[in-house]
């Protein structure tokens, strides 16, 4: 499982390097990877194009289906609502993330993930050896972002 | 206001007609419709093609921003948590919609809009006018595709 999350942090750095929050995600369908996405919001200028959404759109294209059942999602940070949503949506049998969301005090990704509303659960798998390495990456990006505009 | 929400059942219906899950949006800006949406998730075969998510890029390429704070959204179905997360990302002021969503019972719209995650809180107006004429609309979609398919 190590080399995933290994290959969504090396899209996260990609997002930094343009400026963008460090995230990254990778989908992996029978043992190998299908799409690779990572955050995109400035550049594009599109409120959609997080990692997330945009592996999964890939993904699609790629099977033919917009059912995943038997895929999993590798993401560097905890998803906000819309990604965990869009992952639900597209019935992703495992989310795999590396680091906790700081700013999400009230567990809507989880509360997502979990929800009856689709006849399909997410299994959730925290992978926390991830989390200094990944939240490193977000703080410094934020810093060097404060020092630039400060 | 009636005229925009009739606007997003035009689309739904067009949604309708190719088989799709009859459900339609509209983004309104400065008192003019400025993107148009309905679900083509079928057709598509792409997880992430909800009606709102099409209104919401094609209007943050409109105005050249992920930020739509001006902006209105009229969906005639409560959104689902990946929509109501995409709303609350790009910021729009206002939802709009025109029935509820009865299979979603643990409120995760109105949770995913009022959190305090992104210091950005969308106002919530739910049409009820619209609820019988949409609410036929998807029931009736459900029942012929049943009778085609039983």
């Known amino acids: 499982?190590?080399?995933?999350?290994?290959?969504?942090?090396?899209?996260?750095?990609?997002?930094?390097?343009?400026?963008?929050?460090p995230i990254g995600?990778?989908?992996?369908?029978?043992?190998?990877?299908?799409s690779r996405g990572y955050n995109t919001r400035?550049?594009?200028?599109?409120?959609?194009?997080h990692a997330e959404i945009i592996a999964i759109e890939k993904a699609c294209k790629k099977l033919g289906s917009w059912r995943l059942e038997d895929c999993e999602i590798f993401v560097t940070l905890e998803p906000c609502p819309m990604c965990a949503g869009a992952i639900?949506?597209?019935?992703i049998k495992t989310?795999?993330?590396?680091?906790?969301?700081?700013t999400s005090c009230d567990d809507l990704c989880e509360k997502i993930l979990s929800s009856k509303r689709l006849n399909h659960t997410v299994e959730i798998i925290f992978e926390?050896?991830?989390?200094?390495?990944?939240?490193?990456?977000l703080?410094?990006?934020f810093k060097?972002?404060?020092q630039k505009n400060g």
Request: glycine letters at 4%; a positive charge; proline letters at 0%.
């Open 1 to 21: 499982m190590k080399n995933f999350m290994n290959e969504a942090i090396k899209l996260a750095k990609k997002a930094c390097a343009q400026g963008e929050v």
């Open 25 to 34: 995600a990778v989908i992996v369908y029978d043992g190998k990877i299908i």
């Open 42 to 49: 400035q550049t594009s200028q599109n409120a959609i194009k």
């Open 88 to 91: 639900a949506n597209a019935r």
């Open 95 to 102: 989310l795999h993330y590396g680091c906790k969301e700081q």
């Open 128 to 137: 926390e050896n991830y989390q200094e390495e990944i939240s490193s990456l």
């Open 139 to 141: 703080s410094n990006f």
């Open 144 to 146: 060097s972002k404060r």
